[in-house]
């Protein structure tokens, strides 16, 4: 027993003893600055929209990109500019090289974070393209799932894409455009509240064909997923009538074989015999 005693004493105190000198040896271990200094000396000599240092890019897809954002600001007076970086970064010299302003917007593509993409928006931005339009941007097309799937350099030139249709447009709530996986959502969403639509119109009386009363009650359930999270979704952010099209034959499809399942009977009670 006391030999047992002894060592719980001597675990606790070994913790206490790590809880107190890792967080200072970590204080004082010297951290190695190769990933994080400035360089100007890494900005190019003749000037342009796009400094591809991470090599993200390709030398005719960064062309094109060059002379779209130089066209863009021509045609707009918005400042679009692109930085990849892997290593090292020219830094704050950016700002002086472009003349970055409150009408200016630089992309910056950074392998080394969880998520590829990161901003810098001019003040002058924010009232047409809010912060959470920069958070769904991000998360969207900076994720590592799609950079794994579809590259660096489309994220890098489908997040241009969607500045520039929105800036063009005089801002924009949501990022347009639909990814797959959010309209497969969409869809399962306007499926369900189809079978709910179609389980709350079973007729409940004699000689009733649909019970429309107890449809109505039950709108405000059907309603959110059919128009709020089905409809919703995809009107804010595409153009396009096909994925409405499905989702509204993905209602009526639930709707159709909710209804057809026929629903449980209520037995009613037999008379007790005496």
């Known amino acids: 027993m006391i030999r047992s005693t002894f060592q719980q004493l001597a675990w606790r105190f070994s913790a206490i003893a790590i809880a107190i000198l890792l ?3 970590i204080a004082f271990t010297p951290m190695s600055n190769a990933h994080a200094f400035d ?35 021509e ?22 090289f472009w003349g970055l302003d409150d009408q200016s917007v630089m992309l910056v593509a950074d392998s080394r974070g969880r998520n590829l993409l990161n901003f810098s928006v001019g003040d002058a931005v924010y009232p047409l393209l809010s912060r959470s339009f920069w958070i769904e941007l991000q998360s969207r097309y900076g994720n590592q799932f799609y950079v794994r799937e579809q590259g660096y350099d489309q994220s890098i030139l489908s997040s241009i894409d969607a500045i520039a249709t929105c ?3 005089d801002g924009c709530a ?9 309209w497969i959502l969409t869809l399962i969403t306007s499926i ?4 709910v639509f179609g389980f709350a119109g079973h007729p409940r009386k004699e000689g009733e064909i ?13 309603g959110m997923l059919f128009i709020s999270f089905g409809l919703g979704p995809v009107l804010t952010r595409t153009n396009e009538w096909v994925p409405v099209v499905r989702n509204v034959a993905g209602f009526v499809g ?21």
């Open 23 to 25: 967080p200072i040896a």
């Open 39 to 73: 360089a100007p000396e890494l900005l190019p000599e003749k000037y342009t929209n796009v400094i591809d240092l991470g090599k993200f890019l390709t030398d005719s897809e960064e062309l094109a990109l060059d002379r779209k954002l130089t066209k863009f600001e």
């Open 75 to 96: 045609q707009t007076g918005w400042k679009l500019r692109v930085l990849t970086q892997v290593d090292r970064t020219p830094g704050r010299a950016v700002k002086d």
């Open 167 to 169: 800036l063009d447009q």
């Open 174 to 182: 949501v990022v347009p455009g639909i990814p797959q996986e959010q």
């Open 192 to 195: 369900v509240g189809g079978v």
């Open 210 to 222: 649909f019970a429309w009363k107890w449809a109505l009650i039950f709108t405000p359930l059907w």
């Open 254 to 274: 639930g709707a159709v074989v909710a209804y057809l399942i026929p629903s449980p009977k209520r037995v009613a009670p037999s008379p007790e015999i005496r």
